[in-house]
């Protein structure tokens, strides 16, 4: 193990529920205020920024779930606890709110577990945002996203929205819901891209936790890999891009999960990756 490296499994959450898989793989994060739809407080989304910014040393968590508690995923700022705090700041402390947030974004990108978001009733503003930072986004029949922040006076650029639900739904789709404010339908998200499937109410928690296992019991080195060139890409160009690849990829070939997976398929067997 690297000295950087430490388990995660007894990580101790004081704003959100975190709980592991007994092998420490699979980490739950559940956004638990029902009552007030799962909200995000000031310390809530400090807390998020620095555990994704901490799991880049994590010796154990190779997927993590993003879930909400009671129905709901999280309808974005805490009115009270943030949005009427924020009318009373100076310009120098309301960028460092909004670096601080922006902040959450790229710790969620840069982690290299792969994200399963699992999105079921409201979805708005800043949790929209934290939906479309995971990397896969299940939803339910029940699922309304609404990027909201025109409704409160202020721009669509928020926290990345601009740069990043394009690349998701195309330009046209996120420029409306940008401008205006809607919610998108779970039936608009599942044939814009947004959700990569949709799931009954019920089903939802198990089916997010079976693709989290999936990806957990998978060539952990070369999902982190992917992981990577899928964030970086965007800024290259196609010789860049290619690269790159070759480079990541002949980086994988040198795990022993490259050496098993061939040895598996000889002997017409499962592979069983572990990760190096």
């Given at each position: 193990?690297?000295?950087?490296?430490?388990?995660?499994?007894?990580?101790?959450?004081?704003?959100?529920?975190?709980?592991?898989?007994?092998?420490?793989?699979?980490?739950?994060?559940?956004?638990?205020?029902?009552?007030?739809?799962?909200?995000?407080?000031?310390?809530?989304?400090?807390?998020?920024?620095?555990?994704?910014?901490?799991?880049?040393?994590?010796?154990?968590?190779?997927?993590?779930?993003?879930?909400?508690?009671?129905?709901?995923?999280?309808?974005?700022?805490?009115?009270?606890?943030?949005?009427?705090?924020?009318?009373?700041?100076?310009?120098?402390?309301?960028?460092?709110?909004?670096?601080?947030?922006?902040?959450?974004?790229?710790?969620?990108?840069?982690?290299?577990q792969p994200i399963v978001a699992a999105?079921?009733?409201?979805?708005?503003?800043?949790?929209?945002?934290?939906?479309?930072?995971?990397?896969?986004?299940?939803?339910?029949?029940?699922?309304?996203?609404?990027?909201?922040?025109?409704?409160?006076?202020?721009?669509?650029?928020?926290?990345?929205?601009?740069?990043?639900?394009?690349?998701?739904?195309?330009?046209?789709?996120?420029?409306?819901?940008?401008?205006?404010?809607?919610?998108?339908?779970?039936?608009?998200?599942?044939?814009?891209?947004?959700?990569?499937?949709?799931?009954?109410?019920?089903?939802?928690?198990?089916?997010?936790?079976?693709?989290?296992?999936?990806?957990?019991?998978?060539?952990?080195?070369?999902?982190?890999?992917?992981?990577?060139?899928?964030?970086?890409?965007?800024?290259?160009?196609?010789?860049?891009?290619?690269?790159?690849?070759?480079?990541?990829?002949?980086?994988?070939?040198?795990?022993?999960?490259?050496?098993?997976?061939?040895?598996?398929?000889?002997?017409?067997?499962?592979?069983?990756?572990?990760?190096?």
């Amino acid at each position: 193990m690297n000295q950087d490296q430490r388990p995660f499994a007894s990580y101790g959450a004081r704003h959100f529920r975190w709980q592991c898989s007994d092998d420490g793989r699979v980490a739950t994060i559940t956004l638990d205020r029902p009552e007030k739809k799962n909200p995000l407080t000031f310390d809530s989304y400090a807390e998020l920024r620095d555990l994704f910014r901490a799991l880049v040393h994590a010796s154990d968590v190779r997927t993590v779930v993003l879930i909400g508690a009671g129905g709901n995923f999280c309808s974005g700022g805490d009115v009270f606890e943030i949005i009427e705090p924020l009318t009373r700041l100076p310009a120098p402390e309301l960028l460092r709110f909004t670096r601080m947030t922006g902040d959450l974004v790229k710790a969620m990108k840069r982690a290299p577990q792969p994200i399963v978001a699992a999105v079921d009733g409201v979805c708005a503003g800043a949790g929209a945002m934290i939906a479309l930072a995971a990397d896969l986004r299940l939803g339910t029949p029940q699922a309304k996203t609404a990027f909201l922040f025109t409704r409160v006076g202020l721009a669509g650029a928020d926290m990345g929205a601009c740069g990043l639900l394009p690349r998701v739904i195309g330009q046209g789709r996120a420029a409306e819901l940008l401008y205006n404010g809607r919610s998108m339908s779970a039936d608009e998200g599942l044939a814009w891209g947004w959700f990569n499937a949709l799931h009954a109410r019920e089903d939802l928690p198990a089916r997010a936790e079976a693709q989290a296992r999936a990806l957990a019991d998978g060539p952990w080195f070369a999902h982190t890999m992917t992981k990577t060139m899928l964030n970086q890409e965007w800024a290259m160009g196609i010789d860049e891009m290619i690269e790159s690849e070759a480079q990541a990829q002949a980086l994988c070939m040198l795990t022993q999960d490259f050496r098993r997976a061939f040895d598996a398929f000889a002997a017409r067997r499962t592979p069983k990756f572990e990760g190096n």
